[in-house]
């Protein structure tokens, strides 16, 4: 059974806190993605990485950085937190196609973070 | 860039009775459609999907159809049951754009009257 775990469902952080928010794949997946969902907006993408130390910026990189040094975790920061990014973070990982595959995306639970 | 709009926010139908929500995207070069499926506690998964090469694909009560000249895709649930109460996002990707990279719609709640 593929999983994708995320290391906490909620979490409480003060403004101005560094925050960790660890993503942990076994499907050996190459790709790896830190969404945001915030109710009528749907998923934001906020970084993705398609392999071990490589990232790209999705739509909303601001205030967030990321790191991946081994192939099954992908971590999100939080360099100083915020009120602004009160919300629900999703981890999600996938394959990686050949020319023209897309493939699916398989999601964690979320972490639901609330900066005071 | 692309962008995807989906309709209705919130949709509400007897148990038994069908549903159908719609999706537009503006990337007429986008050819992979996903949807979605979130149930209360969990993240999104994967239910259906369509690749342009087609009109129309079904999975038991599910189906999801393509308009391609339209541009708009839209997903099929028909007799309803409990259980299909969720939220349900659909997505495109032209990956010949970006190998990665789904598109996402902003999401239909979807509650199953008993």
């Given at each position: 059974?593929v ?15 560094k ?9 050996d997946?190459e ?15 906020i970084?993705f ?11 909303i ?18 360099e ?19 020319k ?8 964690g639970?979320?972490?639901?973070l609330?900066?005071? | ?46 239910i ?23 541009k ?7 007799e309803t ?8 996002f ?12 789904l598109?996402?719609?902003a ?8």
């Amino acid at each position: 059974d593929v999983k994708v775990t995320q290391s906490s469902r909620y979490l409480v952080k003060r403004t101005g806190e560094k925050v960790f928010l660890e993503c942990v794949q076994d499907m050996d997946h190459e790709n790896m993605f830190w969404y945001r969902q915030d109710p009528g907006l749907g998923l934001r993408l906020i970084y993705f990485s398609y392999d071990v130390k490589m990232k790209e910026k999705g739509d909303i990189p601001e205030g967030y950085s990321v790191s991946r040094e081994k192939k099954e975790r992908f971590s999100l920061i939080l360099e100083s937190a915020s009120t602004n990014q009160t919300s629900m973070y999703l981890c999600a990982s996938s394959l990686s196609g050949g020319k023209d595959t897309l493939g699916e995306q398989y999601f964690g639970p979320g972490t639901r973070l609330t900066v005071t | 860039g692309e962008n995807v709009e989906q309709h209705p926010s919130t949709l509400s139908v007897q148990e038994g009775d069908s549903a159908v929500i719609k999706c537009t995207y503006s990337d007429s070069a986008s050819n992979y459609f996903p949807w979605y499926k979130q149930e209360l506690g969990k993240g999104p998964q994967l239910i259906i999907d369509i690749r342009s090469n087609v009109g129309e694909k079904k999975d038991q009560r599910i189906a999801v159809t393509l308009n391609k000249t339209a541009k708009h895709f839209s997903l099929h649930i028909t007799e309803t049951q409990p259980e299909d109460s969720a939220v349900y996002f659909c997505a495109a990707s032209n990956p010949r754009d970006s190998n990665y990279q789904l598109i996402w719609g902003a999401g239909t709640k979807l509650i199953i009257k008993p």
